[in-house]
């Protein structure tokens, strides 16, 4: 598990916030949902519980399920009314079916073997109604990779409550198991006497290439019913919409 969504969530919970516009978030994959007449969405990898708000203040019957103990701690803080269970997406066991499963952030980067992504889906189908929806963005190999091969170090900047936070961060290639990045972040904070370092992480998140994504989905009997080009707020990516068959 990365630091990131653990000893660092507060820091996540502070910067995410800024880098993420989570009400275009929720627009765009709640209307998704309406499109394909889902009122009921199960977000895996929900995180600090940001999009959770949203559907509920919205009608949505929402269920959230992370693997963080320290994620959902702050999800749940935040949304007391609200339903989360702990789990780990490749293998996990909802006590009713539901009728969508999304998947948003690319949090599918951290599946990092065939194995884990097809264990993923396979539990993904498993807890689904029949014809039920599955919803998920990937970062896009063909697009990102090139752009990170330059070695450059990258900026965010992002301010919460009144604080101001700086990440920097670098990526390399390890060709592995698939097309992973190796990322290296830096997270500081400004002072009067400048930005000081408040925590760093190492770790590796995947990308996929599209026809991989349509593959393992086949793999799977899910059937694509649409796919999406999206930019997000630092990766180029895909999303994915498909249906149990
Ligand atoms: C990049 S964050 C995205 C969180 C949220 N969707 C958002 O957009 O803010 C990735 C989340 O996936 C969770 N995660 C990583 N691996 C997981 C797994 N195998 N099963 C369930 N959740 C996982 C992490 O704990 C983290 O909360």
């Keep these: 598990m990365s630091k990131l969504y653990s000893e660092l969530s507060e820091i996540y919970e502070a910067m995410y916030a800024t880098f993420i516009d989570y009400k275009e978030e929720y627009n765009f994959y709640s209307q998704i949902l309406s499109k394909y007449n889902k009122t009921?969405?199960?977000?895996?990898?929900?995180?600090t519980g940001n999009l959770s708000k949203l559907f509920s203040e919205n009608g949505f019957n929402y269920l959230g399920l992370d693997l963080s103990v320290e994620m959902l701690e702050i999800a749940?803080?935040?949304?007391?009314?609200?339903?989360?269970?702990?789990?780990?997406?490749?293998?996990?066991?909802?006590?009713?079916?539901?009728?969508?499963?999304?998947?948003?952030?690319?949090s599918i980067s951290y599946l990092l073997k065939n194995e884990d992504v097809n264990l993923a889906f396979k539990s993904i189908h498993d807890n689904l109604e029949e014809g039920g929806l599955f919803?998920?963005?990937?970062?896009?190999?063909?697009?990102?990779?090139?752009?990170?091969?330059?070695?450059?170090?990258?900026?965010h900047k992002a301010s919460f409550r009144g604080e101001h936070y700086m990440r920097e961060?670098?990526?390399?290639?390890?060709?592995?198991?698939?097309?992973?990045?190796?990322?290296?972040?830096?997270y500081s904070k400004e002072t009067e006497a400048g930005y000081k370092e408040i925590g760093k992480d190492t770790e590796?998140?995947?990308?996929?290439?599209?026809?991989?994504?349509?593959?393992?989905?086949?793999?799977?009997?899910?059937?694509?019913?649409?796919?999406?080009?999206?930019?997000?707020?630092?990766?180029?990516?895909?999303v994915m919409v498909a249906k149990k068959r």
Excluded: H
């Design 76 to 106: 749940k803080r935040k949304n007391p009314n609200n339903l989360f269970v702990e789990g780990d997406m490749r293998n996990f066991k909802l006590e009713k079916l539901v009728s969508s499963a999304l998947i948003t952030g690319r």
């Design 169 to 186: 961060s670098t990526w390399r290639l390890n060709l592995n198991y698939g097309m992973d990045l190796i990322w290296d972040s830096k």
């Design 204 to 238: 590796t998140a995947r990308s996929f290439t599209k026809n991989e994504m349509e593959l393992f989905l086949a793999i799977n009997n899910f059937d694509i019913l649409e796919i999406i080009d999206r930019q997000t707020y630092a990766f180029p990516t895909y």
């Design 40 to 47: 009921s969405v199960l977000e895996i990898g929900s995180g």
């Design 135 to 155: 919803c998920f963005d990937f970062i896009d190999a063909n697009r990102f990779i090139p752009e990170i091969l330059s070695g450059e170090t990258i900026i």
